[in-house]
């Protein structure tokens, strides 16, 4: 279905059974399971709006939506699943925008996406860089430059991948850096170094990490990629602060992981965003905007340089 025609589709109201029928069938691909006992042998009540399981053995009730990113909306499902269909497309969407199509306010809308965006962040975060892995320093703010200056609105990253036998990154993580950038040049041993404690396999074969800004052994091709990401984050969202930037960065890694793995994938993008959203629990407005706005303190001179081949 073209995005035209599955956009058209989802905002009609009669397509509701069919998206409750599609979430059924992707949360629980072999039918009811209680979430409580494991018990497969539960009555449906079919008087609510979202059809309700009271398990057999223990007696639970378990709607469609709870445990997931949609428990507690009153959002539409086929809304929900016009907003997790557009976030598997490349392009994604604006909360400004997603509101005007679905009409819902802007904070109800905003708050659909980061769930989204937070059901590919716990995602991506079970997933480590392996094998072979490349990490460099990167920034968001503007193009990679190197001058000596710090853009005020500039944000260090650090970007990693795995690299497969052709050269080729098939996984890539791209993380704010302030904390990393705190360690003062040369004094943190490699192997405990934030960004590769919490994102690299401890069997990795071999780790090569750049995380001085102007060295001359930067890795061209992930600055390239991350360049990219800044690029997407500035054409679709006309630029995000420090505060939420972290989950703008996780969906385009996401998006960048989905397409080199979609033969490994049982599942089509729209379906597995759909399994993700169903088997991710919610996260709530108020943490959301509870995140610590992340300000990067420290200056250039403290980026350092480590290099590893184990
Ligand atoms: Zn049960």
């Known amino acids: 279905m073209e995005p035209t025609e599955m956009t058209a589709f989802c905002l009609t109201k009669s397509s509701e059974p069919y998206w409750i029928q599609k979430l059924l069938e992707i949360r629980w691909p072999t039918g009811f399971c209680c979430p409580?006992?494991?018990?497969?042998q539960a009555i449906t009540i079919t008087t609510r709006r979202l059809p309700l399981y009271e398990c057999n053995s223990c007696g639970k009730q378990t709607s469609l939506i709870s445990g997931t990113i949609m428990e507690r909306s009153r959002t539409p499902i086929r809304l929900w699943m016009l907003a997790i269909y557009l976030h598997s497309l490349p392009k994604g969407i604006t909360a400004l925008r997603l509101a005007a199509l679905i009409g819902t306010t802007y904070k109800t809308a905003w708050l659909i996406c980061h769930k989204i965006r937070h059901a590919m962040a716990i995602a991506e975060q079970d997933e480590l860089l392996k094998g072979i892995v490349r990490i460099n320093f990167a920034q968001y703010g503007r193009p990679y430059n190197p001058t000596v200056f710090r853009h005020p609105q500039e944000q260090?990253?650090?970007?990693?991948?795995?690299m497969n036998g052709n050269?080729?990154?098939?996984?890539?993580?791209?993380?704010?850096?302030?904390?990393?950038?705190?360690?003062?040049?040369f004094t943190c041993p490699l192997n405990k170094h934030p960004f590769i404690h919490k994102h690299v396999d401890p069997n990795a074969t071999e780790v090569i990490a750049i995380t001085l800004k102007y060295s001359k052994d930067r890795n061209r091709h992930l600055l390239q990629i991350s360049s990219c990401a800044s690029g997407w984050i500035n054409s679709t969202f006309k630029g995000i602060g420090a505060k939420h930037l972290q989950a703008y960065l996780d969906q385009?890694?996401?998006g960048y992981n989905m397409t080199r793995k979609i033969t490994d994938r049982a599942l089509d993008p729209f379906s597995h965003l759909i399994h993700l959203c169903s088997s991710t629990s919610a996260t709530t407005y108020p943490e959301l905007i509870r995140k610590p706005n992340i300000q990067p303190k420290l200056r250039v001179q403290y980026a350092y340089h480590l290099r590893s081949a184990s």
């Open 36 to 40: 409580a006992c494991g018990s497969r």
């Open 156 to 162: 260090p990253l650090l970007i990693g991948a795995t």
């Open 167 to 185: 050269g080729e990154f098939t996984h890539i993580k791209i993380k704010q850096a302030v904390e990393e950038c705190s360690y003062p040049q």
């Open 252 to 254: 385009y890694c996401y």
